[in-house]
């Protein structure tokens, strides 16, 4: 059979989908300076495909543009053709960055901390996700007849992962039914977020190849596990690590105790980006291992921000290690929009000058209101509604992006639960678990 590959140009967007257009390979070239055709409206595509009230109608054209330092090319070999795609930047006709391109939004939040610590951000996100047909064994949390059950799904995901430039770190049966985790080894700046959308991508690719369908649903049974992104961050600069100092708080440097100060004390305005679906609310509870209160945790799972173990023991090694891991965040979000919500919150930290956060080390869900607030806690949204309106009233929040964003963010995520309005618990999960 004829074929002509094709190149498929990619943009992470508003609803955490991978969206674009696909071109001749030979044309390669021509579209790394072109681009292809976009047009603004596309924003406002919900996950479910359905279009949100948009400020462009049906004006305006835009480019999205491939970058070459972001190209996937992953032959299978199993006689279907390689997967061959490259994430990319919505530009204005012009060339300037587009104020909705995800990627643009985090390359500004990156260029804001640089210039303001002299510090580059190294993040890597861990992805929890579950097969959406059932498997034969049950109770296999951790297990190794369940690793072996999938182990063919495993090793042609590791091998994928390998193929696209990424190093992967593990591979774990979880806790759930027919849970897995897949963590990849730290990268720098916005390539880290590049890396999660090829991680999602490469997941959903090597299952399908199996015999399965992935889904990285927030949560797929309010009774079971939900899935989570944890995302681990640490800062280096020109001289070296600097995340941690032996004698800072928790061996926090001051860097790293602004940082997450800022990132707790927006952390309720921040949550409509990273935990941005209907269901989000339903695993953000207490008592789920994910995350409630806007605290700093040392060796608590439930904290929204956690200050991750180490396992050297020289000065040298403590510092390399040395990170921080935001919990709060799922997989109905782009990963550069989630990535940059929180570095916009940590600089806003440093800029405030804020003191590093104690840790806490008791059940906040033991506390009453006016308990939390004496000790400076809120309890964090508890549905994508108050999760929306937190958002769109901080001005501090709303200011770091383009004048518009908060108003077509809104917008956008209101249409995406006006599609579940009549439907019940299961079936919206049930809706999203089709989607993600």
Same mark, same amino acid.
């Given at each position: 059979m004829i074929r002509k590959p094709m190149i498929f140009a990619a943009t992470s967007d508003l609803s955490g989908k991978t969206r674009g257009k696909a071109f001749p390979a030979d044309q390669l070239q021509k579209r790394l300076t072109r681009g292809m055709g976009w047009v603004p409206t596309n924003v406002q595509i919900t996950c479910f495909d359905t279009i949100a009230d948009s400020p462009f109608g049906s004006f305006g054209d835009l480019a999205l543009v491939p970058d070459a330092t972001a190209q996937v090319h992953v032959d299978f070999e199993d006689g279907t053709p390689p997967e061959h795609f490259m994430l990319g930047d919505i530009r204005t006709l012009d060339g300037q960055p587009w104020g909705f391109c995800t990627r643009s939004i985090l390359r500004q939040a990156l260029e804001r901390l640089e210039k303001l610590s002299g510090a580059r951000l190294l993040a890597a996100f861990e992805h929890e996700f579950q097969f959406a047909k059932g498997a034969t064994l049950i109770h296999q949390g951790f297990g190794l007849q369940g690793h072996s059950e999938h182990a063919q799904f495993g090793e042609t995901l590791i091998a994928a992962l390998e193929l696209a430039g990424?190093?992967?770190?593990?591979?774990?049966?979880?806790y759930g039914p027919d849970?897995?985790?897949?963590?990849?080894?730290?990268?720098?700046?916005?390539?880290?977020?590049?890396s999660a959308v090829i991680t999602r991508e490469l997941v959903r690719m090597s299952a399908r190849r199996t015999g399965q369908q992935a889904t990285f649903t927030p949560i797929r049974d309010v009774a079971s596990v939900g899935n989570g992104v944890h995302v681990h961050m640490s800062f280096v600069g020109e001289s070296g690590p600097m995340t941690y100092d032996p004698d800072g708080p928790n061996g926090m440097s001051e860097l790293t105790g602004a940082f997450s100060a800022g990132v707790l004390k927006y952390l309720e305005s921040i949550l409509a980006l990273t935990a941005p679906s209907v269901i989000s609310y339903e695993r953000l509870t207490p008592h789920r291992w994910s995350a409630a209160y806007n605290n700093l945790g040392l060796q608590d799972r439930e904290a929204s921000l956690r200050i991750c173990p180490v396992t050297a023991k020289d000065p040298h090694g403590i510092a390399r290690q040395f990170n921080i891991e935001y919990r709060a965040a799922d997989a109905a979000a782009s990963p550069h929009?989630?990535?940059a919500a929180i570095v916009h919150a940590g600089c806003q930290g440093i800029e405030e000058n804020l003191a590093a956060p104690q840790v806490t080390e008791e059940d906040l869900s033991l506390l009453s209101g006016e308990d939390l607030a004496a000790k400076g806690f809120v309890r964090l949204p508890e549905t994508l509604e108050e999760a929306l309106?937190? =958002? $769109?009233?901080?001005?501090?929040?709303?200011?770091?992006f383009d004048p518009? =964003? $908060?108003?077509?963010?809104?917008?956008?995520?209101?249409?995406?639960?006006? =599609?579940l309005e009549n439907m019940d618990t299961a079936q919206r999960c049930a809706a999203y678990e089709e989607v993600y």
């Open positions: 990424l190093q992967p770190d593990s591979f774990i049966c979880e849970q897995f985790e897949v963590t990849i080894a730290p990268e720098e700046g916005i390539k880290a977020a590049d929009l989630a990535l309106a937190r =958002f $769109a009233s901080n001005p501090t929040v709303t200011g770091w518009q =964003f $908060a108003d077509v963010y809104v917008a956008h995520k209101k249409a995406e639960a006006a =599609f």
